[in-house]
């Protein structure tokens, strides 16, 4: 593994704590209102002195028994030393355990750093004092995307994924467009993808209908400091997007579209497009994604991007997200503009 020497700053600023604290949620602990209350290593001392205490009045019990033990077993000895027993197995059994329980912490703790360092979101480096230390990176674009691709692959999310979202990419650098309208937002992934690539001054425009993908996906694009360049909208795309040539009161109009991601229902594809069809810049790129996998369901709009002589229509083939035996690919069309000479 490679190892980074860096300068550490202490103390840490308060900005940095904050930054911790959000970032280290995978390695809290799960605490009860008892923990917060009576922390772990409170009860540990109690517990040991419990279990000394009861040592110490064993051994006064079990002495004066032996010194005397008919007066002693009149006096109830035998139980005072049977109490006293029981009282320091209970306290040494419950110190063993607590110790147990934060060895395990320790260890799940180290299992997820280590975690953390294989899926390169924690870097190791070296101290001051020369010990080897790990610590979260910082959250970005490129950490938002490793961990969506992780729930991707673990639950085969509908999302772009690593290969199709490249080829997206590739294509974004190609047309270097100003405004990117996205008709299918999810999580955020296909537009912090684009907008990895997208030159200066230029915005993503993405719509979500469904709410709650709407929160999720403004989370991972402020997440990914990506807020100030994408525009994720509630609404149903095709009445979202004929809005965008006057604006409204909480939007600039834009001057057209350069480049079109449908992502969402195939089925309404053909909508998404005739809806932006009036917005498109000539030279605009419109990128369908699933249109191998979907090609069906999108025979109406294959037919129309490959037919109607607007635009310049092919498939780059490439695979579904997250299945690699499983073939799709992206239409990709450009517009040839109104001027069809
Ligand atoms: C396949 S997911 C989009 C994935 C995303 N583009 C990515 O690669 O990360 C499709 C999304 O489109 C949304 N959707 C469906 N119909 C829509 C519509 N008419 N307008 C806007 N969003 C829509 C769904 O709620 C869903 O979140």
Redesign the pocket.
Known sequence: MKVESVKVKRPISAEERERRTKMEDELKDARTWFDYLVPRQLRRVYFAAGAVSCTVASVIALTKLLQNPALQVEDGGQYNLAINLVGLILFAGAYTWEGAQAEKRVERRRTIREAQIRLGDREVYVNKEGEKMSRLKPVDDNWILRR?DRWGNKDKL????PKK?AILQGLVVQRAPQTIV??????????IRMGQVLPPGGRIIS????FK?LIAAKRFVWQAKMADKIDVRW????E?IPQLKTGSLFSKPIDGIDFL?L???PS?YLD?LLAAEPLLNPGAVIVA?NAGIFSKSLTEYLNYVRGSGRYKSEIIESTL?YRDDVQDGLEVSTYKGTDLS
Request: proline share 3%.
């Open positions: 969506l509908p999302m772009i994924g979202g996205e008709v299918g937002a999810f999580l955020g992934y296909s537009a719509y979500e209908s469904d993908w609404g149903r795309a095709q979202g991601f992502d969402a229902k309404e998404y994604d997200e």
